[in-house]
């Protein structure tokens, strides 16, 4: 069964960093890329960073590019999301998840929620 | 970017009627569209991708049905854990992008 746990998530002050964890686990994890994915309370979905199998690549949606890094370790089936200069703008819920095909994403965490306010 | 939207922002349908969900596309992204279902505290669900094929374990009485830019979700006959949000994402394009959900509630 795939698992996909999430952690890291807190509330933190504007301008602080924060690294999220996603820990995975029934799958052969270094077979496929990785996403993250992030729900503002009551809104929908947004696309946040993506990375290949073999960390190769990155891509970043615009409104995060340069604050954020996305990385993995194969070795720990573990996938990271390190958060700096934090927005409030950047209060969601953040969704881990596994990619398939072209990016689209059959498997999800929980999520681990991120409070950015002072 | 494209942006997805998606019609109407709720549906309210009764047990066992059709339910129609759109989705369009702000440019064509050919078939390269997938759908997920979540419902209130849980992460999303993947239902379909390449506009009609549906995931493993997803009941037939969902369909799909598209290409270029205008998509369309069917539930053929809705079942009571069927009411929930329903977001589509195309995947032709970076960044991949995601319509705001219409949600399908209990007539």
């Known amino acids: 069964e795939v698992q996909l746990v999430e952690s890291g998530g807190a509330l933190v002050q504007p301008g602080r960093s924060l690294r999220l964890s996603c820990a995975a686990s029934g799958f052969t994890f270094d077979d496929y890329a990785m996403h993250w994915v992030r729900q503002a309370p009551g809104k929908g979905l947004e696309w946040v960073s993506g990375?290949?199998?073999?960390?190769?690549?990155?891509v970043y949606a615009d409104s995060v590019k340069g604050r954020f890094t996305i990385s993995r370790d194969n070795a720990k089936s573990s996938l990271y999301l390190e958060m700096e200069s934090l927005r409030a703008e950047d209060t969601a819920l953040y969704f881990c998840?596994?990619?398939?095909?072209?990016?689209?994403?059959?498997?999800w965490g929980q999520g681990t929620l991120v409070t950015v306010s002072s | 970017e494209i942006v997805m939207t998606q019609s109407p922002a709720t549906l309210s349908v009764s047990p066992g009627e059709r339910a129609t969900l759109s989705c369009r596309a702000s440019?064509?992204?050919?078939?390269?569209v997938a759908w997920y279902q979540q419902k209130r505290g849980q992460a999303p669900r993947f239902l379909m991708y390449?506009?009609?094929n549906r995931a493993t374990g997803i009941p037939a009485r969902f369909s799909g049905s598209g290409s270029g830019t205008e998509f369309t979700l069917t539930i053929s006959s809705l079942q009571s854990e069927d009411f929930a949000v329903y977001f589509c994402?195309?995947?032709?394009?970076?960044?991949?992008?995601f319509g705001q959900g219409t949600k399908v509630e209990i007539k």
């Open positions: 390449g506009g009609s």
């Open positions: 990375i290949t199998w073999n960390s190769a690549g990155q």
């Open positions: 994402q195309q995947y032709n394009q970076w960044p991949r992008t």
């Open positions: 998840a596994k990619a398939a095909g072209d990016s689209y994403f059959d498997y």
């Open positions: 440019q064509s992204v050919s078939s390269n």
